[in-house]
């Protein structure tokens, strides 16, 4: 079955230090990765996606991904944080064929404090 | 310009009422979907309809009867509301199926409470 695993439900960050959301993937053939945001109240806000090529995707408000095969991971990283970046992170995989379907994580939530 | 909209943002209603929750996008998508977003933030994909035509329906109860009129439009019809129909409910859409570089766009969500 085709899933995606976030371990963590909440990550805790100090503002200015360097923030990581995990990852995980199973999937059959290539993976279509992506991330998305949810603040308090709102829709989901798409962040960025991995198709093919470079492992390292750049994406809105200063975030990035790494995806790395050998370990089916596709974390969501920020050099430096912000107290604004405090939400609901989703990573989803992309099924296709016919039609096109995402499959959420559980989602982690991010708390940034000052 | 909001790219898709929902209304209402939220519902409060009785148990056993019907409702209908209405979705637009402007964006010139050809496929457009409704997730379901429960009280512990776990989203999951109920339909997608590509131009008008159903293409994923996940097993969702016969009470639930998406309707799409043209191809901006995907509106949600609840019959005989229940309890655990209480959740936040996403409208998205996106290009379409055929291709990898699909993007879902997602509504601003509306927040269902069945009383």
């Known amino acids: 079955a085709q899933s995606v695993a976030q371990p963590e439900d909440q990550v805790n960050v100090a503002e200015g230090n360097p923030l990581t959301v995990k990852c995980t993937y199973s999937?059959?053939?290539?993976?279509?990765l992506f991330w998305y945001v949810q603040y308090p109240n709102r829709g989901l806000q798409f962040l960025l996606k991995?198709?093919?090529?470079?492992?390292l995707v750049k994406g809105s408000y200063g975030f990035e991904a790494e995806f790395n095969k050998s370990q089916t991971s596709f974390h969501l990283k920020k050099p430096s944080a912000l107290v604004s970046d405090s939400a609901l992170y989703f990573c989803?995989?992309?099924?296709?064929?016919?039609?096109?379907?995402?499959?959420f994580g559980a989602g982690t939530r991010l708390a940034v404090h000052p | 310009d909001t790219a898709v909209s929902q209304t209402p943002k939220y519902l409060v209603t009785q148990m056993g009422n019907d409702k209908s929750i209405k979705c637009e996008q402007n964006l010139g998508h050809d496929t457009m979907y409704w997730y379901k977003q429960d009280s512990k933030k776990f989203l999951k994909i109920m339909f997608s309809?590509?131009?008008?035509?159903?293409?994923i329906n996940e097993t969702v109860p016969n009470r639930f009867s998406p309707k799409s009129p043209d191809k901006a439009h995907l509106n949600l019809h609840i019959n005989s509301l229940e309890l655990g129909d209480s959740a936040v409910y996403f409208c998205a859409s996106s290009q379409g199926p055929g291709g990898p570089v699909d993007t879902q766009y997602f509504g601003p969500g509306t927040r269902l409470t069945v009383l």
């Open positions: 991995y198709i093919t090529g470079d492992n």
């Open positions: 999937v059959s053939g290539n993976p279509y």
């Open positions: 309809y590509n131009n008008k035509e159903l293409i």
């Open positions: 989803a995989v992309l099924i296709s064929g016919g039609y096109n379907k995402l499959i």
